[in-house]
Every structure is written in structure tokens, then in C-alpha cells.
């Protein structure tokens, strides 16, 4: 199993930031994804996930209406739409697969002005 996150970068309060994850060494179309996060000094939560058709998604209290999951099993890609982004947001970012909770090396995203 390969999983690849990319697109963290230093974004202002209210902007805007899309993550990519690639995967590979597994079905990918068959699987559901997740996105987690880390902030410093904190346990890592979980912020969304998408089911392997890309047919349901559901994502945590704090980001509902802000965030986007979807996903391009052509493509073994899954990605994270991020809006209206808070500095409550700075984490590293994990794509993770909810079955064997593998994970990436993630992406650091900042919020600051």
C-alpha cells in the first residue's frame, strides 16, 4: 500500500486549499477513504470520509459546509476541497483506508495571516 499526500500549503483565514492524495497497491475502487488531521499538540481526528463509489460522504462537526471529499477511482485519487478555512484548521493532513488504517506521510496545511 502507497498513499501519497500533496497540496498543504500557508493559506490565509478564509481561503481556500485542495488536497490530493494518490494511493496505490490496492483496490482502490473498492475502497473507502478518509481524510484526518493532526494539530500540533493535539490526537489526530478525523475530518471526512467517502464511501468507495464516491455514493456517500459524511465529515465531522467542525468542517461540515466548509469541506469537500470526492474521489477519481480512473485515477486512484481522492481529494480534500477546502473553504472558508479557520487558523483552528492548521494541521497535518492523512489520507487514511478506514478497513486497515494506513496511512500517509500527510501535508502540512496553515491557516495565518
Known amino acids: 500500500v502507497h498513499i501519497v499526500e500533496s497540496g498543504g500549503d500557508l493559506v490565509q483565514p478564509g481561503g481556500s486549499l485542495r488536497l490530493s492524495c494518490a494511493a496505490s497497491?490496492?483496490?482502490?475502487?473498492?475502497?473507502?477513504m478518509s481524510w484526518d488531521r493532526q494539530a500540533p499538540g493535539q490526537e489526530r481526528e478525523w475530518v471526512a470520509t467517502?464511501?468507495?463509489?464516491?455514493?456517500?460522504?459524511y465529515y465531522s462537526e467542525r468542517v461540515r459546509g466548509r469541506f469537500t471529499i470526492s474521489r477519481d477511482n480512473a485515477k486512484n485519487t481522492v481529494s480534500l476541497q477546502m473553504n472558508l478555512l479557520k487558523p483552528d484548521d492548521t494541521a497535518v493532513y492523512y489520507c487514511?483506508?478506514?478497513?486497515?488504517?494506513?496511512w500517509g506521510q500527510g501535508t502540512q496545511v496553515t491557516v495565518s495571516s
Open positions: 467517502i464511501t468507495s463509489t464516491g455514493g456517500a460522504k
Open positions: 487514511r483506508i478506514p478497513q486497515t488504517g494506513s
Open positions: 497497491g490496492f483496490t482502490f475502487s473498492t475502497t473507502a
